[in-house]
Antibody
Framework: QVQLQESGPGLVKPSGTLSLTCAVSGDSISSSNWWSWVRQPPGKGLEWIGEIYHTGYTNYNPSLRSRVTISVDKSKNQFSLNLSSVTAADTAVYYCARDYGRGINWGQGTLVTVSS | DIQMTQSPSSLSASVGDRVTITCRASQAISSYLAWYQQKPGKVPKLLIY???TLQSGVPSRFSGSGSGTDFTLTISSLQPEDVATYYC?????????FGGGTKVEIK
């Protein structure tokens, strides 16, 4: 059974870069799945951020495309999210996920707060 | 890009009531539509995929229907444990957008 675990700083300063890593176990990052990031601001809905395939091909939410980079590290079986020029509006629980086509396996999520 | 619009944004119903939530896509997405249930502080849980296929282990009071642009999630007899926020999700292609959510409460 696949397990995903997010890690990274819980506090980021405004104008800085949010960086998170998702460690995958129970599946290979090279399997035929998309590896995704989804976020949820406190008290609000789910927002799809983007995804990566093991080949390195990425898709991003158009509203975040200019600030987002998702990368994959096959040697460590993990993938990462970088979100630049953050503001308070980027405060959210960030989930990493495996999209297997008809559904999503979710990590537990990690709260990232943008504050000075 | 395809937008997903859910309605209502919230509802309150009595135990045993039939509850219906709708999701409309701004363009046709065939049946590439899933429904998730999220309880406070928890990870979203898959209920329905392919618009109408019940995920294993999900109670049969949940059902989904629709194709193209209009979809429905129905709870045939609302139970106290169904209090949650429900999201539709299009997964045919990127961006894989979520609907805005419907918060279901007990009256």
């Amino acid at each position: 059974q696949v397990q995903l675990q997010e890690s990274g700083p819980g506090l980021v300063k405004p104008s800085g870069t949010l960086s998170l890593t998702c460690a995958v176990s129970g599946d290979s990052i090279s399997s035929s799945n998309w590896w995704s990031w989804v976020r949820q601001p406190p008290g609000k809905g789910l927002e799809w951020i983007g995804e990566i395939y093991h080949t390195g091909y990425t898709n991003y939410n158009p509203s975040l495309r200019s600030r987002v980079t998702i990368s994959v590290d096959k040697s460590k079986n993990q993938f990462s999210l970088n979100l630049s020029s953050v503001t308070a509006a980027d405060t959210a629980v960030y989930y990493c996920a495996r999209d297997y086509g008809r559904g999503i396996n979710w990590g537990q999520g990690t709260l990232v707060t943008v504050s000075s | 890009d395809i937008q997903m619009t859910q309605s209502p944004s919230s509802l309150s119903a009595s135990v045993g009531d039939r509850v219906t939530i709708t999701c409309r896509a701004s363009q046709a997405i065939s049946s590439y539509l899933a429904w998730y249930q999220q309880k406070p502080g928890k990870v979203p849980k898959l209920l329905i995929y392919a618009a109408s296929t019940l995920q294993s282990g999900v109670p049969s009071r949940f059902s989904g229907s629709g194709s193209g642009t209009d979809f429905t999630l129905t709870i045939s007899s609302l139970q106290p444990e169904d209090v949650a926020t429900y999201y539709c999700h299009k997964y045919n292609s990127a961006p894989r957008t979520f609907g805005g959510g419907t918060k279901v409460e007990i009256k």
